[in-house]
Antibody, heavy 119, light 103 residues
Framework: QLQLQESGPGLVKPSETLFLTCTVF??????????WGWIRQPPGKGLEWIVS???????YYNPSLKSRVTISADTSKNQFSLKLSSVTAADTAIYYC???????????WGQGTLVTVSS | DIQVTQSPSSLSASVGDRVTITCRAS??????LNWYQQKSGKAPKLLIY???SLQSGVPSRFTGSGSGTDFTLTINSLQPEDFATYYC?????FGQGTRLEIK
């Protein structure tokens, strides 16, 4: 059964870079037809899709975050990672890693990890 | 950018009721709309994709319809486990969410 697990610091200082990794178990990030990405949710608020990377390496971004976001994949470790630069308090959120099978149809999620931006 | 507007923001209903949640896109999106259910403290769960296709394992009391700019999620015969927050999604844009509460 597919499982995704986020890891990374729970506290990041303002203006610094947030870095999270998602490890995938029970499936390969190299599988064709799937995309791997990140979605976040500020506490008590709605969902915001951030970025995804496809099996071919193709990436697609939320335009509102594109300038600050980098996504990468390490197929040898079956992991993919998110970098979000120049963070502010507005970036405080639960960050989910997820899989979609095209057209943003997200059918598998990690449990989520809370990242707080604070000095 | 295409925006999606979801309504109502909250809804009270009883077990056994039928409820409808709507999502409107700012321009035509054909059938490119997904619906998710999120329970408190949990990750969202995909219910419906491509406006009307039921995701594997999701009960048939959940139905999606619509195309173009207007879409609906209908839950027939509400069950206790259906009380949650529901989101529509069009590409990278999510609706604001509908909180479904027990009356």
């Amino acid at each position: 059964q597919l499982q995704l697990q986020e890891s990374g610091p729970g506290l990041v200082k303002p203006s610094e870079t947030l870095f999270l990794t998602c490890t995938v178990f029970g499936g390969s990030i190299s599988s064709s037809g799937y995309y791997w990405g990140w979605i976040r949710q500020p506490p008590g608020k709605g969902l915001e899709w951030i970025v995804s990377i496809g099996y071919s390496g193709y990436t697609y971004y939320n335009p509102s975050l594109k300038s600050r976001v980098t996504i990468s994949a390490d197929t040898s470790k079956n992991q993919f990672s998110l970098k979000l630069s120049s963070v502010t308090a507005a970036d405080t959120a639960i960050y989910y890693c997820a899989r979609d099978f095209g057209y943003y149809r997200t059918d598998a999620w990690g449990q989520g990890t809370l990242v707080t931006v604070s000095s | 950018d295409i925006q999606v507007t979801q309504s109502p923001s909250s809804l009270s209903a009883s077990v056994g009721d039928r409820v409808t949640i709507t999502c409107r896109a700012s321009q035509s999106i054909s059938s490119s709309l997904n619906w998710y259910q999120q329970k408190s403290g949990k990750a969202p769960k995909l219910l419906i994709y491509a406006a009307s296709s039921l995701q594997s394992g999701v009960p048939s009391r959940f139905t999606g319809s619509g195309s173009g700019t207007d879409f609906t999620l209908t839950i027939n015969s509400l069950q206790p486990e259906d009380f949650a927050t529901y989101y529509c999604q069009q590409s990278y844009s999510f609706g604001q969410g509908t909180r479904l509460e027990i009356k």
